[in-house]
Structures are given as C-alpha cells and as structure tokens.
C-alpha cells in the first residue's frame, strides 16, 4: 500500500519559470492538503482540497499560486512566474476524511530550488 | 487562532540520556496536539497525538508526551536517547471540529552525541 507520492523529488528552476509539483494521495485518500516548509521554518499551511473542490485556500499567497485535484489523476500546485523566495520544501499529506479522527499521511515533499 | 512554541531550536543530547523537548501551545478552544518527525529529506512521520483521552500519550520509538492544560504544554520524552532520534521534532496544534489543518512550531533539532 503505497504512501503519499510526490514528484519530482527535486526541482529547479530559473526566476519567472512556472513550477508544477504533483502530489497522489494514498490510496482510498480524497482529501489532501499542500504545505510549505521555508529554511529553518515549521511547515505552513497553504490549502486544503477534495475532489474537483478547494475547501480551505487561506494560507495560499494571492498571486502566482494555484492549486487542484482532479476527479482523475493527481494534485497539482502550480506556481507561476517564480521568484526566489519561493525556493522551500513542499509537503503534500493526505487523508480518508476531513474530520479531526482522520491522520494525515505525509509524501517525502518536493525541494523547490529558483535560480 | 491557534499557535504552537517549540522553545529551543538546538537541542543536544549524550546517548542514554533523557531527551526533553517543549511544546507550548495556545488555543481558543480545547486542542488536538501531535508530535511528528523529520528525517533528512524526508516527509514528517507521526510520533503521537493528543485528542482530549489520556493526558499521557505514549507514542512510537519510546516517546512520550504529556498534556498539562494549566501550563498549556504537551513536552516530548524519551527517557534514553538512541543515536538513531537525531532528527528534527514539530509540535503541531489543530483545532477539534476545524477539519485536518495543522499549525506547526517552527521545530526543534535535536543531536545525539556518543
């Protein structure tokens, strides 16, 4: 049984490139939530989705950050035109359901570097 | 709004001694509380959680923490370290009946030295 998967492992990119990092869930898993983690920072919350439905996008910069979960296949977090700043570590977790009982299961994240 | 305090970034340790890390936290209403691992260039792992049942929450590799609600903290133990529990610690907080949003401390580090 499969964890949560991320990919790519590592990824590097030039300053206004667009940056796309995919996330499948576990399996049996239909909610899933994107975090950040910035050098020698705790992980922040961004957003939180369900199937084909953003439920909570509070912690999501206004500009340049997207996020969906398809019907079929995986999350994906898209930034746009990045900026060095956005060089961190993105978790991606998942969980059967949205309620407190329900534990998140954490992918091994994706290292942004922008150069 | 919730918060977690992870007082100590650093934290060393000899092995085969009590390792000790402190979580405080802040709260409105009545919160769950975990502890998670991180291994290097690794995702988080859940070492234990707090859901309002037992104050004293035993968790994998020997690790323990206590809820103490006047002293709004939930310190992680273990009472003999192992070479193998360096790693970095997060104290998170979420709120019951707010779904599944973490908010983490900004972590402790700790070293085990021989």
Redesign the interface.
């Given at each position: 049984n499969a964890g949560?998967m991320?990919n790519p492992r590592h990824l590097v990119r030039r300053r206004g490139q667009e940056a796309r990092l995919r996330c499948s869930p576990m399996k049996g898993h239909s909610?899933v939530?994107w975090?950040r983690q910035l050098p020698?920072?705790?992980?922040?919350?961004m957003v939180?989705l369900q199937k084909e439905n953003i439920?909570?996008e509070s912690g999501m910069p206004k500009e340049r950050f997207s996020a969906e979960f398809p019907k079929e296949g995986p999350s994906i977090l898209r930034i746009q035109q990045v900026v060095r700043g956005d060089s961190a570590a993105y978790?991606c977790?998942s969980?059967a359901a949205?309620?407190?009982?329900?534990?998140?299961h954490?992918?091994?994240?994706t290292?942004l570097t922008v150069t | 709004a919730q918060s977690v305090t992870q007082l100590g970034s650093h934290v060393s340790v000899s092995e085969g001694a009590l390792v000790l890390l402190r979580c405080n936290y802040s709260s409105s209403v009545p919160p769950y509380l975990f502890w998670y691992v991180q291994y290097p260039n690794q995702g988080l792992q859940l070492l234990l959680k707090y859901t309002s049942a037992a104050t004293l929450v035993k968790g994998i590799n020997g690790f323990e923490a206590e809820f103490k609600k006047s002293e709004t903290s939930f310190h992680l133990t273990k009472p003999s370290a192992h070479m193998s529990d360096a790693a970095e610690y997060f104290c998170a907080v979420m709120l019951t009946g707010g779904g599944n949003k973490l908010t983490f401390g900004t972590g402790t580090q700790l070293k085990v030295e021989l």
């Open positions: 949560v991320q909610h939530y975090y020698e920072e705790g992980l922040k919350f939180y439920i909570d978790f977790a969980s949205g309620g407190n009982n329900s534990p998140l954490f992918g091994n994240g290292r | -």
